[in-house]
């Protein structure tokens, strides 16, 4: 008998939905029920309905697996990872959450609802108490948790502890974003080979706003937003897997970038006391060569759940400056949002 808990992955076949397949398969405390997608692969087998793009097995070993349609009906489990599209999350997800699964997305459609969690369980964990209004006003018996776009969690991971400490009072963020974020295909190789694209369509709204949220108090009416400046700058860049961002804050009480490394070098995160079996051990990694860190370098550290922070520095003009990286499709998508059903479960936040 399998004493762990089934899971559905919806959007199993996409670029996100592998990598969730390809943890979930060896989770020690899930396993997968079903693998769902749209209804043009609905009746295949995984490896008929898509090609698997990732090192390790093929298909997480599901191979002659049947997806299922995207809803309840077919694929209904207590727990629900959510890797669809934000237009079918829209529709899909209160489905799943209607008819009793917490669920947990990638997608945007909900993240800015003040009564939907956006979570990174290292910065936010009691956010994670909105589900009990979630349930009120929309008379759920399920749920519905969100992460954050990837770029967004890869820097609130490093100014949450800077928030903490000091308070962010401004920001502004430059971005060289791989190219995985953007799906597959994504974008042509013609126009990414050795260039550089400065626009990702809505990209810069979301970092701007989502970082608020994550870094806000909660009301009685659900998530505030926190109060600072936020300016974000996004770029496309020829790299496979890896955000880079760097980043300029105005912090109070203006420290110094001894004050900050030192703030930064000793955080463990919010989430530390449950052990959660995908969280690093160190969720911030801090370098002090000039030169790191690098996508090429680091981005795989911790199975791509770390955190690297590097060129801490003054900022003549915000005070403080540095460089952050992530991965950007699992710290930034799968393994943050498995990393939250994690925690739901160690805080007792699941429906039963
Ligand atoms: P993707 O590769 O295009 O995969 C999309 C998935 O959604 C496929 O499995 C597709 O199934 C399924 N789908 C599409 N329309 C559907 C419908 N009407 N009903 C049910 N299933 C449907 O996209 P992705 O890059 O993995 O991104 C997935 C989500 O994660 C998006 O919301 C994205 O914004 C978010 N996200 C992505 C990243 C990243 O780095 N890539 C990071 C953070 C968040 P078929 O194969 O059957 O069409």
């Given at each position: 008998?399998n004493a ?18 390809r943890?979930l398969v ?7 029920e ?30 002659s ?7 309840p ?34 997608a ?19 956010h ?15 749920s ?5 776009n ?49 626009h990702?369509?809505?990209?810069e709204e ?29 770029h ?18 203006a ?26 051990k160190k ?5 002090d ?37 992530g ?13 939250n ?12």
């Amino acid at each position: 008998m399998n004493a762990t808990i089934p899971v559905t992955v919806l959007g199993a076949t996409g670029t996100v939905g592998q990598r969730f397949v390809r943890r979930l398969v060896r989770h020690p405390l899930f396993h997968i029920e079903h693998l769902a997608a749209s209804e043009r692969s609905a009746g295949k087998t995984y490896a008929e309905a898509c090609e698997w793009r990732l090192g390790g097995e093929a298909y997480g070993g599901l191979a002659s697996k049947r997806l299922v349609a995207a809803d309840p009906a077919h694929a209904m489990a207590p727990i629900v990872f959510s890797a669809l599209d934000s237009g079918p999350a829209r529709e899909i997800e209160p489905q799943f959450a209607a008819a009793g699964a917490n669920l947990f997305s990638n997608a945007s459609a909900f993240r800015m609802e003040p009564d939907v969690p956006l979570l990174v369980p290292e910065v936010n964990p009691s956010h994670l108490d909105i589900l009990r209004l979630q349930r009120e006003r929309r008379g759920y018996t399920g749920s519905i948790s969100t992460n954050p776009n990837c770029t967004t969690t890869i820097l609130v991971m490093a100014l949450a502890p800077l928030h903490t400490r000091f308070g962010v009072e401004a920001l502004v963020m430059s971005s060289l974003q791989a190219v995985s974020g953007a799906g597959y295909p994504g974008v042509p190789s013609l126009d990414i080979l050795g260039n550089v694209i400065p626009h990702i369509a809505g990209e810069e709204e979301k970092v701007e706003v989502e970082s608020k949220k994550l870094l806000g108090r909660l009301g009685v009416q659900g998530a505030e937003l926190a109060d600072f400046a936020a300016s974000a700058a996004c770029h496309r860049v020829p790299v496979l897997e890896g955000h880079t961002l760097a980043v300029s804050v105005r912090l109070c009480g203006a420290p110094s970038p001894a004050d900050v490394r030192e703030t930064l070098a000793q955080w463990r995160g919010l989430a530390r006391e449950w052990e959660l079996a995908s969280a690093p051990k160190k969720p911030l990694v801090l370098h002090d060569a000039p030169n790191r860190p690098q996508p090429r370098l680091d981005v795989d550290d911790a199975e791509g759940m770390a955190v690297h922070v590097g060129r801490i520095r003054a900022c003549p003009l915000l005070g403080i400056k540095f460089a952050v990286l992530g991965h950007n499709t699992e710290r930034g998508a799968a393994g943050g949002s498995i990393l939250n059903a994690e925690l739901a479960l160690a805080r007792g936040s699941l429906q039963r």
